[in-house]
């Protein structure tokens, strides 16, 4: 029982620590350009919204593995914190307001660099792979990008700008 009880701390912990990562990455942001997001109450209200969806995606994620339907069983923590969010914001206006008050590009500081920690450990796996496979990755990124650049240049030929 207290094993179970340490991980649900020690995954408080991590989403608190993430937390205080947008805090500080919006802050910053804030020093560098003072007409971005200012932080104020309703921030704060943002980031705690943003740690329950979290830690209660977490929390039914963990119960679900229980179920005998693999579906559920499999089913990504990710997606359990998008339906939780979903639900919550569906039932107040509120929640949508407090998590508007986060600047988007904050929270996207601290996941990225979580992505990057995580694939870390794969650098050896990547090793072992073909050199061909960078050649397929340099087309792709190039693909996306100017396919991007089109989309976007299309999009102002239309809206005539």
Known sequence: MA??????VKFGLIL??????????????LIKNPDSTPISV???YGLI???MFSFIGILISDLV???PVSFVKDFP????????SLIFC????????????????SITTPILAFAGISVVDQLVDLRKTSWKVAIVAVFVF????????????????????
């Open 142 to 161: 190039t693909g996306t990008y100017i396919g991007s650049a089109l989309l976007a240049q299309f999009g102002l030929f239309v809206s005539g700008k």
């Open 3 to 8: 094993a179970g009880l340490n991980k649900y």
């Open 42 to 44: 309703m921030t704060i």
């Open 16 to 29: 608190l620590l993430s937390i205080g990562l947008i805090l500080f990455t919006q802050q910053i942001k």
């Open 49 to 51: 919204v943003l740690w």
């Open 77 to 84: 923590v990710l997606g359990w914190v998008a339906i939780t």
């Open 90 to 105: 569906s039932i107040s206006d509120w929640f949508i307001k407090a998590i508007g008050a986060v600047d988007f590009l």
């Open 65 to 67: 593995k229980k179920v």
